[in-house]
């Protein structure tokens, strides 16, 4: 059986938090600190393990705080973080191990690697990028696309839409004047990306130290630093 996994989670009472709570409870953890804008709720006295933060870019330096204070590993989901916040995550991650993702989603990384192989066959392609995302998303465009952009080509389109209740769907579409190819990935519940937090928590507790992506948890042990 695996370890217990005392927790603190940032974002509790959003839609992402309350699929993390349910999840890590259904395998046994025990979430010790909730943390929201309008509360901090200590719930026991035993040692935080680790950190989770699904909240908002305003949050995080509550999250980073918490992180120093209770010296514990730190997971973080929020979307839209500016260059500024990475740098104090990655500064955090010199003293504790940090995993940082925009999508926590096995698949999407999956994707992310037959991009990178059909972008090495596909010169001279026009290539663009389509996500939709439920209305209540705040960062526009998301998280994950950015990083489909990035592993592509920082300078093509996306093409961003909020619509009715979509976890998450993301479509890169290439193409050349003779043929049309399109891969694909669509999230069916919210329950997957707290699949790989879970996996991220087991992760992380095995370092030290570090700035790991959700890659790294999945396909590597190394880190940046």
């Known amino acids: ?13 959003g839609r992402m938090g309350e699929e993390i709570l349910k999840l ?3 395998n046994g953890h025990i979430c010790v600190l909730k943390v929201n804008t309008a509360s901090k709720q200590l719930l026991s006295n035993k040692r935080l393990d680790l950190l989770i933060d699904f909240s ?3 949050a995080l330096s509550k999250s980073i705080e918490l992180s120093k204070e209770f010296k514990s590993p730190l997971i973080v989901g929020t979307t839209g973080l500016s260059e500024a916040q990475i740098s104090l995550l990655k500064d955090l991650s010199r003293f504790v191990p940090v995993v940082q993702s925009y999508n926590f989603s096995t698949g999407v990384q999956l994707l992310l690697k037959v991009i990178e192989f059909i972008k090495g066959h596909t010169n001279g392609w026009n290539t663009e990028i389509i996500e939709m995302h439920h209305i209540f998303k705040k960062d526009k465009p998301s998280g994950t696309a950015l990083l ?3 592993k592509i080509d920082n ?8 619509i009715g209740g979509i976890p998450g769907d993301h479509k890169v579409i290439f193409g050349s004047l003779g043929e049309i190819l399109e891969v694909s990935h669509r999230a069916l519940s919210r329950r997957t990306f707290a699949e790989g937090v879970l996996k991220a928590a087991q992760f992380v507790r095995e ?12 396909f590597s042990d190394g880190g940046v630093f």
């Open 1 to 13: 059986m695996a370890e217990i996994i005392n927790y603190g989670l940032v974002g509790f009472s």
């Open 24 to 26: 890590f409870s259904e």
């Open 56 to 58: 908002s870019p305003t």
């Open 148 to 150: 489909l952009k990035e």
């Open 155 to 162: 300078d093509i389109q996306i093409n961003s839409l909020r």
């Open 207 to 218: 370092k030290s130290s570090g700035f790991y992506s959700y890659s790294d948890v999945l």
